[in-house]
C-alpha cells in the first residue's frame, strides 16, 4: 500500500526521465550529418537487389521460381520461355521494390545462388517506376556492388547452409561406412 503512496506522490518514473535529460543535457549532441558523412553499413546488409553472373559473365537464374514463390510479399515476376535446345530461358525477372520488404527469403531460396541483395542502401526517387528492378538494371546492379571476388564472398560469409556445412562427425553412423563394412 505505502509503494503504490510513493508512486502516486512523487511518480519516480518522471524523476528517473528528467535525471536521464538533465545528466545529457550539456553534453555534446550525437548528430550525424547525413549526405556528407556516410554511415557505414553493417555487413551482410540487406540492400538492393542484384542478379548473380558466373565466372564467365552469364545470368545464373534459371528460371525456376523458387525466389518468387518464397517471397512473402509477392514482389517477383519471373517470365520464361523455351529455348531452341528445350532448355528454359529467363526472358523477364522483375522486383517491384515498393512491395519488396527486404527478408532475404529469395537469397536462400535460389538452389543456384542467383540472387543476392547487395549493402547499397541510397536509392531514393520520386518516381515509382525507379523502383521496378528489371532484368537488365538487376544484372547492372551485380556489375556495380558485386564485382569481381565480392560476389564470390557475399554467399560463403552471408548466405549459410551451404554443402560443405553437411557433413558428418567421427561418431556419426552412415550408410556409406556400413555398405564399406559388408563389402570388405
Not at 505505502?2 to 506522490?9: E, R
Not at 532475404?104 to 526517387?125: D, K, Q, R, T, W
Amino acid at each position: 500500500m505505502s509503494n503504490s503512496i510513493i508512486k502516486y506522490l512523487f511518480f519516480p518514473e518522471i524523476l528517473k526521465g528528467l535525471a536521464l535529460t538533465f545528466r545529457t543535457l550539456f553534453k555534446a549532441p550525437v548528430t550525424r550529418r547525413y549526405p556528407m558523412v556516410k554511415p557505414t553499413v553493417a555487413a551482410g546488409y540487406r540492400g538492393l537487389h542484384a542478379l548473380a553472373k558466373d565466372d564467365e559473365g552469364r545470368m545464373k537464374c534459371v528460371g525456376c521460381g523458387l525466389c518468387g514463390a518464397y517471397c512473402p510479399s509477392q514482389c517477383i515476376h519471373i517470365y520464361t520461355a523455351e529455348g531452341d535446345d528445350n532448355k528454359k530461358i529467363v526472358e523477364r525477372y522483375e522486383i517491384d521494390l515498393v512491395r519488396c520488404i527486404f527478408c532475404g527469403f529469395c537469397v536462400e531460396a535460389c538452389p543456384f545462388g542467383a540472387i543476392s541483395l547487395s549493402e547499397h542502401y541510397e536509392y531514393s526517387s520520386y518516381k515509382r517506376e525507379a523502383f521496378y528492378m528489371t532484368k537488365e538494371r538487376l544484372l547492372e546492379n551485380w556489375d556495380k556492388y558485386f564485382a569481381g571476388e565480392k560476389g564470390r564472398q557475399y554467399y560463403n560469409k552471408f548466405w549459410r547452409p551451404l554443402s560443405e556445412d553437411f557433413r558428418a562427425h567421427e561418431d556419426q553412423a552412415l550408410f556409406s561406412r556400413i555398405k564399406q563394412r559388408g563389402k570388405e
